[in-house]
């Protein structure tokens, strides 16, 4: 495990006055050579700073990770850094026990993954029906017997450190008369005979996330027990590297779920709290967690990373009516925090993204959607897969047949009609368009001609940009131009 690298600027040597703990570093912001773009877990304040010190320990601190310790008043250049970081106070009586319980909690390099339904093996003794419902989730129905017995485990083992905290999060959908539970069991390293530690949780215990930690190295295995007569579908299971209550993927990162568990992921940085809010909607990534941190950091102003890790990469940021409202309450309500009327809000995102920024951006109708390689023909993504783009995409398949109900080309249209449909009936008359598209799309190559036509509205502006490619042959020329754009946008109508 990587050791978390504390900056502190105080007057005092911490090295003498507190026992280090082996995972955590000491940086005196005074003394040590700091390298320029080096970003610590931790920043620690117990004296005033100037102006300069303001930009340079902001370049250093991550949000949420800055703390000022209740020694000193605080001078309005301290506060206002403390207010851009949403930074806390740390008491001094409490600074040997945050080195020694809580700062492990602030690892900077999160990981977080999905198994896919592939890895499930069902328990010899079932004698039930199972039906394995593509990549989406598995499915059993019958008896489970009257106590709670394994009925599925996945095949992949988990490796665990010493003292690392991993959160678990299971998707099922079950009839009421099904109870289960989740086992975890850890392994001793080299063995699969000797069991360290056992973990049992209930429904009641998973209707949150469950956390456990490891006492020693080892592996983990897990399993689902089930009791009773019915249905019960074994959708997904999560595994992440645990913050504890400090946030999720990141420090500061926020958890949403709905009532049938599924999972909408934020993190917002308050910036320098100047329009505009930029927000970027996640790509496709197996990977679980946000993307395009230090891309949107580096532009300096308030912005808000959006993820979700249904399906295999994502789910296409489309969901039921519970799931969609979430959806725009959420980026509500950082409008409202930072006080900005929708036309100071851009919208983004590349590939997969594109889907979240322009579908939700009918809602919200924000000053700019900033788009690389957009995806609007959403059933088409699935037809492709057959004849322009074999096994290329096939999560594509599990996306259509769960979004529009079947496989057929009825479903691709359905499928194509519910972003279009929305799409039209919007009035875009004051928002930019900026988009870059590829001439030989293999997932979805219409529409950029489509968006052209279906805008409705008089006075929207559209900026095209084609490059010669299928969907991910020049992702670094659609980089740079998205990053181009942004910068553009931000200078000629904010003044930045």
């Known amino acids: 495990m990587d050791k978390i690298r504390i900056l502190v600027v105080s007057g005092r040597d911490w ?41 340079d320990l902001k370049a250093h601190s991550y949000s949420y990770c800055l703390f000022l310790t209740d020694t000193f008043g605080a001078n309005d250049v301290t506060k206002e850094l403390m207010r851009q970081r949403m930074g806390n106070v740390l008491g001094n009586s409490n600074i040997q026990s945050f080195l020694d319980n809580d700062a492990k909690n602030y690892f900077s390099k ?3 993954e999905k198994f ?23 499915s059993l129905e019958g008896e489970y017997g009257d ?29 009421p008369g099904v109870n289960i539970s989740l086992s975890i069991r850890q392994y001793v390293r080299g063995t699969m005979a000797d069991i360290s530690d056992y973990w049992e949780f209930n429904e009641e215990d998973m209707e949150n996330p469950v956390v456990i930690e490891g006492k020693d190295k080892g592996y983990l295995f897990i399993s689902v027990n089930a009791s009773g007569r019915g249905k019960l579908d074994i959708i997904a299971l999560h595994d992440r590297l645990s913050h504890h209550d400090v946030g999720k993927f990141m420090v500061g990162g926020e958890r949403y779920v709905t009532s049938n568990r599924e999972e909408i992921f934020c993190y917002f940085d308050p910036g320098d709290f100047k329009p505009p809010l930029t927000v970027y909607f996640s790509g496709y990534k197996t990977k679980e967690g946000f993307e395009g941190y230090y891309m949107m950091r580096k532009l300096g ?19 039921n009516q519970e799931f969609e409202k979430l959806m725009v309450e959420i980026l509500e309500k950082k409008l409202a925090f930072l006080g900005f009327y929708n036309s100071q809000m851009i919208m983004s995102g590349i590939s997969m993204g594109t889907i979240g920024s322009m579908y939700y951006g009918c809602d919200l109708k924000p000053h700019a959607l900033i788009l690389g390689k957009p995806l609007g023909n959403l059933g088409d993504i699935a037809a492709n897969e057959r004849l ?51 001439y030989e799309d293999d997932y979805d190559a219409k529409t950029y001609n489509k968006l052209l036509s279906e805008l409705n509205s008089s ?22 131009w998205f990053k181009g754009q942004y910068e553009r946008i931000l200078k000629e109508d904010f003044g930045r």
């Open 147 to 175: 106590s709670l017995n394994q009925i599925v485990f996945w095949r992949n083992n988990i490796p665990i450190e010493k003292g690392q905290a991993i959160e678990f999060w299971l998707e099922y959908k079950k009839d």
């Open 301 to 319: 102003c308030p912005f808000l990373l959006i993820a979700e890790s249904r399906f295999e990469g994502g789910g296409l940021y489309l969901g």
């Open 459 to 480: 006075g929207v502006q559209v900026y095209g940009k084609g490059l010669h490619g299928r969907h991910n042959d020049n992702t670094s020329g659609i980089t740079t």
């Open 110 to 112: 999160p990981y977080g």
């Open 116 to 138: 896919k339904p592939s890895a499930i093996g069902i328990a010899q003794g079932f004698q039930g029906t199972v039906k394995w419902d593509g990549n989406y989730c598995v």
């Open 388 to 438: 322009n783009r074999p096994q290329g995409f096939p999560p594509s398949l599990d996306l259509l047949h769960k979004h529009a109900g079947g496989m057929d080309e009825a479903a691709v249209e359905r499928l194509n009609d519910r972003f279009w449909n929305k799409f039209r009936t919007t009035d875009f008359s004051h928002t930019k368009f900026v988009v870059a598209y590829m």
């Open 15 to 55: 090295k003498t006055e507190y026992n280090i703990p082996q995972n955590v570093k000491l940086y005196s912001y005074d003394k040590d050579e700091i390298k320029k773009k080096e970003i610590f877990e931790l920043v620690i304040i117990e004296r005033n700073i100037d102006e300069n010190e303001f930009k």
